[in-house]
């Protein structure tokens, strides 16, 4: 323990030698490179957004199958509008064709619907409402029929995957 040990003072140097200061980097170090994209870390966490967009894609599909196709509730509305835009141009198998249950012939339909273009304006009219509950649809239906207005609230039935009207075609054609 005692003292320190003695400094040796350089050559031609006399009194206290205090040695030179470490000498400075020239250059400072780089800083650090942030990691880069392609580390495994990164890779792991990412990989994951194809595998949620597939499941997501196939969760949307089967509710989309569930609940039946986005539209639906034009179609009853359509099937009427076929009827009336059937009977107007003189298809008169493919009027009776749109009925549940037909009570006319065919050419009883035309006849009708020729009676009341007669009688006035006749319109193939439009939806003013459409309920759906499963298999079984209401249209509110606004036309006119032999110049009178003629609103009516028709009926539907969805059978082997087409909606058939189930009013009678009296309360369809009414008479002029």
Do not use: H
Request: positive net charge; hydrophobic residues 35%.
């Amino acid at each position: 323990m005692g003292t320190p040990p003695p400094q040796r003072t350089p050559p031609g140097q006399t009194g206290n030698y205090t040695p030179p200061a470490q000498p400075q980097q020239r250059y400072p170090s780089a800083p650090p490179t942030p990691p880069s994209r392609l580390t495994p870390e990164k890779r792991r966490r990412g990989a994951g957004w194809p595998l949620l967009l597939i499941l997501a894609l196939l969760l949307g599909g089967g509710i989309y199958l569930l609940l039946g196709r986005s539209g639906s509730n034009d179609e009853p509305a359509t099937a009427i509008t076929a009827f009336y835009s059937a009977l107007d141009n003189g298809k008169c198998e493919d009027a009776r064709a749109a009925l549940a249950n037909p009570d006319m012939g065919a050419q009883q339909l035309c006849d009708r619907w020729k009676a009341l273009k007669d009688a006035g304006p006749t319109t193939t009219g439009a939806a003013a409402a459409v309920s759906v509950s499963g298999d079984t649809a209401t249209v509110s239906w606004l036309m006119s029929a032999g110049g009178k207005p003629n609103n009516r609230t028709l009926a539907l039935r969805k059978s082997n995957n087409a909606w058939k009207i189930t009013n009678p075609a009296s309360e369809l054609l009414p008479s002029p």
